[in-house]
């Protein structure tokens, strides 16, 4: 692992463009900011956003992450679950994650 810049907000974009980043890590100080890391994870899918509170005690990973979920038997039931919520609770069985 290695750090290969240190940029302001203005610049993040370009930083990852130049750079191939896998993971940027950010100080988190407003829940507004989700709006800017979804806009980089658009631009920049491989990307993982690692956004770290002012106090570093906590912190959150943003990520684009493609998956299939199995939703079991097709039932009206089963596939209003799978629209309206998590799928994972339609089924017990594992999620399975495309790579």
Same mark, same amino acid.
């Given at each position: 692992?290695?750090?290969?810049?240190?940029?302001?907000?203005?610049?993040?974009?370009?930083?990852?463009?130049?750079?191939?980043?896998?993971?940027?890590?950010?100080?988190?100080? %407003?829940?507004?900011?989700?709006?800017?890391?979804?806009?980089?994870?658009?631009?920049?899918?491989?990307?993982?956003?690692? %956004?770290?509170?002012?106090?570093? #005690?906590?912190?959150c990973l943003y990520d684009l992450?493609?998956?299939?979920?199995?939703?079991?038997?097709?039932?009206?039931?089963?596939?209003? #679950?799978?629209?309206?919520?998590? %799928?994972?609770?339609?089924?017990?069985? #594992?999620?399975?994650?495309?790579?």
């Amino acid at each position: 692992m290695a750090i290969v810049d240190k940029v302001d907000a203005g610049g993040l974009s370009a930083a990852i463009q130049r750079t191939h980043a896998d993971v940027v890590v950010v100080g988190h100080d %407003a829940e507004s900011e989700r709006d800017l890391y979804m806009s980089l994870l658009l631009r920049h899918p491989q990307l993982r956003v690692l %956004a770290v509170a002012a106090d570093c #005690k906590s912190g959150c990973l943003y990520d684009l992450r493609p998956r299939r979920v199995r939703i079991g038997t097709i039932s009206a039931h089963n596939l209003a #679950k799978a629209i309206r919520g998590p %799928a994972r609770t339609v089924t017990s069985e #594992k999620t399975h994650e495309v790579h």
